[in-house]
């Protein structure tokens, strides 16, 4: 599956989005509507206004285009919809007015909704549903049934009903069904709800399954199997043109956006201006531990997180973060490669006027193929005084014979080596500079401008015990750390390398 790091949301999706529903804020993975194809969803929308919730922009594209029909064939275009969404975005409203629309629509059709657990379900069902419909001008249209297991809304004219199952093997047994809605479905932990509806719904030509769901945990094993499809349904879609017969959509924040930065909302609260404002989400960041508020608001999935190495100073590095701090002239730079080569990071380290070391990572992107061109433009615009890599048996030791190749060469005398010549760092290098790095954080000796993709490489770093010293962890890391690894490299090279190309040359030494 590709990355939410890589993924884009395709601009002739987001300009549909925009055109057919006013909607500013489109799902990062979203099935694009076919204006070809006719519809239900205007009529589930005229259900959601008699239910007292008139449809925001995105609870129309998302009803239009997973009630579109094949004109061929006239049943629905798609079998299951899968809806992943933050919370407090309306999605309760949506699935009631499908689900009206359903059996309101329809003759002897079977609706089933089911939630965390059927007790979960039965308040929902009586809590909101049945208020809802009674407060709305649909009021008189259905009757219900209020005994326990056997609890339904029941349209007058239609005879279809509405009920509500538990999550269990046996859910959905019985007659046919035509709609099955799994609600809250990071509270599933396997897909046993799903096997049993799936049966239900053989022999009903317009059956679909929904489910619907914030994000979960490292538990919701159903629910992050269904989004990993999801994802590559729609990557698949936008790169073939071929539809699938799921439709799918997520409202997602990538983890290298910041959670507190309202710019974030704005890619992934569809509802944010409309029934969310922006006072409220902060008051929630405000009051929730961060990982929840991830998993609520900015649909994460939330992972159980180990402890902190304890020898990467982490409290420490949030108060060295100056967004202002500009390299200075006397710099350093080092190429560093995750260990599945599946990124790679060029780190700066610059000496400024007050003596404090400024630290950036000037570029970042995935593969290796870009890094050995990218040094050697910056080493010819910036005239650093030194590039490095670590030895041969790191990830981006294979780029030193390219090096060598593009003309950044090692020194010739290992004793005196020449401004930008290309220094490979050996594993007791290594172990100094990562030390030295943990020393300089802890003394403040070292600025960083507080980029997102460093600072999350610093938070979740890992190290490996040399003798009674250590290094950084490609390995063991809980993300890609080659941001950090390249800095705290660079960091090095600047202090120990730097002041040896930088002293006066003496003609005499050559002699005596």
């Given at each position: 599956?590709?990355?939410?790091?890589?993924?884009?949301?395709?601009?002739?999706?987001?300009?549909?989005?925009?055109?057919?529903?006013?909607?500013?804020?489109?799902?990062?993975?979203?099935?694009?509507?076919?204006?070809?194809?006719?519809?239900?969803?205007?009529?589930?929308?005229?259900?959601?206004?008699?239910?007292?919730?008139?449809?925001?922009?995105?609870?129309?594209?998302v009803?239009?285009?997973?009630?579109?029909?094949?004109?061929?064939?006239?049943?629905?275009?798609?079998?299951?919809?899968?809806?992943?969404?933050?919370?407090?975005?309306?999605?309760?409203?949506?699935?009631l007015?499908?689900?009206?629309?359903?059996?309101?629509?329809?003759?002897?059709?079977?609706?089933?909704?089911?939630?965390?657990?059927?007790?979960?379900?039965?308040e929902?069902?009586?809590?909101?549903?049945?208020?809802?419909?009674d407060?709305?001008?649909?009021?008189?249209?259905?009757?219900?049934?209020?005994?326990?297991?056997?609890?339904?809304?029941?349209?007058?004219?239609t005879?279809?009903?509405?009920?509500?199952?538990?999550n269990?093997?046996?859910?959905?047994?019985g007659?046919?069904?035509?709609?099955?809605?799994?609600?809250?479905?990071?509270?599933?932990?396997?897909?046993?709800?799903?096997?049993?509806?799936?049966?239900?719904?053989?022999?009903?030509?317009?059956?679909q399954?929904?489910?619907?769901?914030?994000?979960?945990?490292?538990?919701?094993?159903?629910?992050?199997?269904?989004?990993?499809?999801?994802?590559?349904?729609?990557?698949?879609?936008?790169?073939?043109?071929?539809?699938?017969?799921?439709?799918?959509?997520?409202?997602?924040?990538?983890?290298?956006?910041?959670?507190?930065?309202?710019e974030?909302?704005?890619?992934?609260?569809?509802?944010?201006?409309?029934?969310?404002?922006?006072?409220?989400?902060?008051a929630?960041?405000?009051?929730?531990?961060?990982?929840?508020?991830?998993?609520?608001?900015?649909?994460?999935?939330r992972?159980?997180?180990?402890?902190q190495?304890?020898?990467?100073?982490?409290?420490?590095?949030?108060?060295?973060?100056?967004a202002?701090?500009?390299?200075?002239?006397?710099?350093?730079?080092?190429?560093?490669?995750?260990?599945?080569?599946?990124?790679?990071?060029?780190?700066?380290?610059a000496?400024?006027?007050?003596?404090?070391?400024?630290?950036?990572?000037?570029?970042?992107?995935?593969?290796?193929?870009?890094?050995?061109?990218?040094?050697?433009?910056?080493?010819?615009?910036?005239?650093?005084?030194?590039?490095?890599?670590?030895?041969?048996?790191?990830?981006?030791?294979?780029?030193?014979?390219?090096l060598?190749?593009?003309?950044?060469?090692?020194?010739?005398?290992?004793?005196?080596?020449?401004?930008?010549?290309?220094?490979?760092?050996?594993?007791?290098?290594?172990?100094?500079?990562?030390?030295?790095?943990?020393?300089?954080?802890?003394?403040?000796?070292?600025?960083?401008?507080?980029?997102?993709?460093?600072?999350?490489?610093?938070?979740?770093?890992?190290?490996?015990?040399?003798?009674?010293?250590?290094?950084?962890?490609?390995?063991?890391?809980?993300?890609?750390?080659?941001?950090?690894?390249?800095?705290?490299?660079a960091?090095?090279?600047?202090?120990?390398?730097?002041?040896?190309?930088?002293?006066?040359?003496?003609?005499?030494?050559?002699?005596y």
């Open positions: 599956m590709t990355t939410s790091e890589t993924w884009q949301i395709p601009p002739e999706f987001a300009e549909q989005c925009r055109e057919l529903y006013g909607l500013e804020c489109p799902p990062l993975w979203g099935t694009p509507r076919r204006p070809d194809r006719p519809s239900l969803g205007p009529k589930a929308w005229k259900v959601m206004e008699r239910l007292g919730y008139p449809p925001m922009p995105w609870q129309k594209y009803l239009d285009v997973a009630l579109e029909i094949d004109p061929d064939t006239g049943v629905f275009s798609y079998r299951e919809v899968g809806l992943s969404v933050p919370r407090q975005q309306g999605k309760t409203q949506q699935i007015g499908l689900m009206v629309h359903r059996i309101a629509a329809w003759h002897r059709q079977r609706v089933v909704y089911a939630a965390q657990t059927r007790g979960m379900a039965r929902r069902f009586e809590d909101e549903f049945l208020v809802t419909l407060e709305s001008s649909l009021a008189g249209k259905y009757r219900t049934r209020m005994s326990n297991g056997n609890e339904a809304i029941i349209w007058s004219k005879r279809s009903k509405l009920g509500i199952t538990a269990t093997e046996k859910a959905g047994h007659p046919p069904l035509d709609l099955g809605v799994i609600d809250e479905a990071f509270a599933h932990e396997d897909d046993r709800l799903e096997q049993a509806f799936s049966p239900a719904m053989l022999t009903r030509d317009m059956a399954l929904w489910w619907a769901s914030a994000g979960g945990t490292e538990k919701s094993v159903w629910l992050n199997k269904k989004r990993a499809a999801g994802r590559e349904l729609v990557e698949r879609l936008w790169e073939t043109g071929e539809h699938s017969r799921i439709a799918y959509f997520e409202w997602f924040a990538p983890d290298e956006l910041p959670r507190d930065d309202p974030t909302w704005r890619t992934c609260l569809p509802a944010l201006g409309h029934t969310v404002t922006e006072d409220t989400i902060r929630e960041l405000d009051k929730l531990d961060p990982a929840e508020f991830d998993r609520a608001y900015l649909n994460r999935t992972k159980q997180v180990p402890p190495d304890p020898n990467i100073p982490v409290k420490a590095w949030a108060g060295l973060a100056d202002d701090s500009q390299a200075g002239r006397e710099l350093a730079f080092v190429i560093e490669v995750a260990h599945d080569r599946a990124w790679s990071s060029i780190g700066l380290a000496l400024r006027d007050d003596g404090r070391v400024h630290l950036e990572v000037v570029d970042r992107h995935p593969g290796t193929d870009w890094a050995v061109p990218a040094i050697v433009r910056l080493r010819a615009l910036w005239d650093p005084v030194a590039v490095a890599v670590a030895s041969t048996g790191s990830p981006a030791g294979s780029l030193i014979d390219d060598v190749a593009a003309g950044v060469t090692t020194p010739k005398d290992k004793d005196r080596p020449m401004r930008g010549d290309l220094i490979v760092m050996r594993t007791g290098d290594i172990v100094e500079a990562c030390g030295q790095m943990a020393d300089a954080i802890n003394q403040g000796t070292v600025v960083h401008r507080d980029q997102a993709e460093l600072t999350a490489a610093v938070n979740g770093a890992r190290t490996r015990p040399f003798g009674d010293a250590w290094a950084l962890d490609r390995r063991r890391s809980l993300v890609d750390v080659s941001p950090f690894f390249s800095v705290t490299l960091r090095w090279v600047l202090l120990i390398i730097g002041p040896q190309v930088s002293r006066d040359y003496d003609p005499l030494d050559s002699v």
